[in-house]
């Protein structure tokens, strides 16, 4: 039977969100007989729900608010107002991720100490460190089940990882394979094996690459104490006279506001939606939003930043066949500041259909000059 | 309804990159269609010649030789609606204004594609243009029936993936 919770049940924490950081924390407290409740703005969709095809998955999944963004960059022109592809759903972008699990390395620990001071960044070092971080990336990987990390195997090698490989051993590139990622290789784990199916990005209809929605959340659920209540978006954290959470406002499926009490509330929207409902919270005690004395919550904003080349050949690839993130080159992921700039890069190589090649090939470009690589 | 499709194509048509594209034809009332009335296009809102200009434009901008009309046709066939008859009405007459500006009758006329596309080169920073574009990125290319005209294999999960049917079946390598 699933948990179920009263509205004025001050004992259970709330978290908000159930993506890699909710929905773990969710399960991991629930293990421990901790009582939770889990606020999910989306709905929930299983692998046999996932759609496989670019644009009507892109629907079903996505957080659909346009975004903006500014600037002189490519994306502030060619896309201003797309939504981000983060997803709004049960299992949040753990859906929709590609599955690539990399360790942090120490220079990027500690970029600030390492780089140096770099003009126009707002650079610092983590707290922590590799050392102490190493216990709970084996944890980690054991849950996930990430390839070639304790014992598990690569992935075999698509048609797209083994033009990747060739061209990358060809420029002498020494460290490239099929990458670290969570999805299930071999036989041996609890879920399924990947079947090379494609559409890793539209959510993996085998359940072989990990997301909450199927792993954590169900596995918490079964304990009795985690309650997810989905399509449930939080509006605002609450507070008490003395400046401690006492709980969320939140619009439940019917668009109705709800008030659910709480003794600790637990933050996991990803990095849009995490600051939003921060400022969101504002009152009289906290005007510039909650956790914000500094006045840096929803500034220095960053998330991977990629710059994506792509390949035209003069006979089939047929990339799209199996895993999507195929191959990754991490010869160039040292930190080297004789190359011109600090920290590195991973090079990674993935597929697209169709429809999303039309669209992010070469945006706004038209006529002879971009159409044929798309009839490649 | 009365089909006048030109039969057969001139030479000049044939020859120019055109050849795919030259081939739709205004055929009065309300229809537009191949010469070997393979498809046509109804219209009721915007006229058969607007019509027949935005499928050219269409071809012009995103050319797939392999493409027949028909999914072109598909991929434009929303803008015959109460709500575009104002864009497609200025849009189109922008388009024929930028062609007599080049010396030709109108943009339908001009027989080489080159010729076209230096026109619509003149006016693609117009909302019109722009629409028509953007438009076609999904109306063209997310139509499942082209998918195969690019070699694009869809979903596989119905047939098991591709474990088993060629994920790493490159041979030429």
Redesign the interface.
């Known amino acids: 039977m699933v948990a179920k919770f009263d509205l004025n049940d001050d004992s259970v924490v709330v978290i908000i969100g159930t993506g890699a950081g909710g929905g773990t924390l969710a399960n991991e407290l629930a293990q421990k007989g901790v009582k939770v409740v889990a606020l999910e703005a989306g709905g929930r969709y299983l692998p046999q729900d996932y759609i496989n095809d670019e644009w009507e998955s892109f629907t079903q999944l996505a957080w659909l608010d346009a975004r903006t963004t500014s600037g002189d960059w490519r994306v502030a022109k060619d896309f201003s107002g797309l939504p981000a592809w983060i997803v709004k759903a049960v299992g949040g972008t753990t859906t929709h991720w590609a599955g690539a699990s990399l360790r942090f390395q120490d220079h990027e620990w500690k970029a600030r100490t390492t780089y140096g001071e770099v003009a126009g960044a707002s650079l610092l070092d983590w707290p922590i460190d590799a050392t102490e971080m190493a216990p709970w990336y084996e944890k980690a990987e054991e849950k996930l089940g990430v390839t070639r990390t304790g014992g598990r195997p690569g992935l075999p090698g698509n048609n797209n990882y083994k033009v990747f490989e060739k061209g990358a051993l060809a420029l002498g590139y020494q460290n490239v394979h099929t990458g670290n990622m969570a999805i299930v290789s071999d036989d041996s784990q609890a879920r399924t094996m990947c079947q090379q199916t494609g559409f890793c990005f539209q959510g993996c209809k085998w359940g072989a690459k990990w997301s909450t929605a199927y792993t954590e959340i169900e596995e918490g659920e079964a304990t009795e104490n985690l309650e997810v209540r989905e399509r449930s978006h939080v509006a605002r954290i609450l507070h008490d006279a003395a400046g401690k959470v006492t709980g969320v406002e939140y619009f439940d499926t019917s668009g109705a506001l709800q008030m659910q009490k709480a003794r600790i509330v637990c933050v996991a929207g990803n990095s849009f939606e995490s600051p939003r409902l921060l400022l969101n919270s504002a009152s009289s005690m906290f005007p510039q939003g909650l956790a914000n004395s500094s006045g840096q919550v929803g500034r220095n904003y960053m998330r991977h930043t990629t710059g994506s080349v792509y390949a035209v050949f003069d006979r089939p690839v047929r990339m799209w066949r199996g895993t999507t993130m195929a191959g990754i080159v991490q010869d160039e992921a040292r930190h080297d500041p004789s190359r011109g700039f600090v920290g590195g890069y991973e090079l990674e190589t993935l597929a697209l259909g169709l429809p999303f090649m039309a669209a992010f090939l070469n945006p706004g470009a038209w006529g002879r000059s971009c159409t044929p690589a798309l009839d490649a | 309804m009365t089909k006048h499709a030109t039969r057969g194509l001139t030479r000049r048509a044939l020859l120019s990159r055109a050849a795919a594209a030259g081939a739709m034809a205004v055929t009065g009332a309300g229809f537009i269609a191949a010469p070997d009335a393979a498809w046509a296009l109804e219209v009721t809102v915007i006229t058969p010649q607007e019509m027949a200009t935005i499928l050219q434009m269409a071809r012009?901008?995103?050319?797939?030789d392999?493409v027949a009309d028909r999914f072109y046709a598909v991929a434009v066939k929303g803008y015959d609606a109460e709500d575009r008859r104002a864009l497609v009405a200025e849009g189109v007459a922008a388009v024929d204004r930028a062609a007599r500006d080049m010396g030709h009758d109108s943009y339908l006329a001009i027989g080489w594609e080159e010729d076209r596309?230096k026109v619509l080169q003149s006016i693609?920073d117009s909302t019109f243009f722009q629409t028509v574009?953007s438009g076609l990125?999904?109306g063209?290319?997310?139509q499942k029936a082209?998918?195969p005209l690019?070699?694009?294999?869809?979903?596989?999960?119905s047939q098991?993936?591709?474990?088993e049917r060629?994920?790493?079946?490159?041979d030429?390598?």
């Open positions: 012009d901008i995103y050319p797939h392999q596309v693609e574009r990125v999904t063209l290319y997310n082209v998918w690019f070699g694009y294999e869809g979903e596989s999960f098991g993936g591709y474990i060629g994920f790493d079946d490159i030429w390598l």
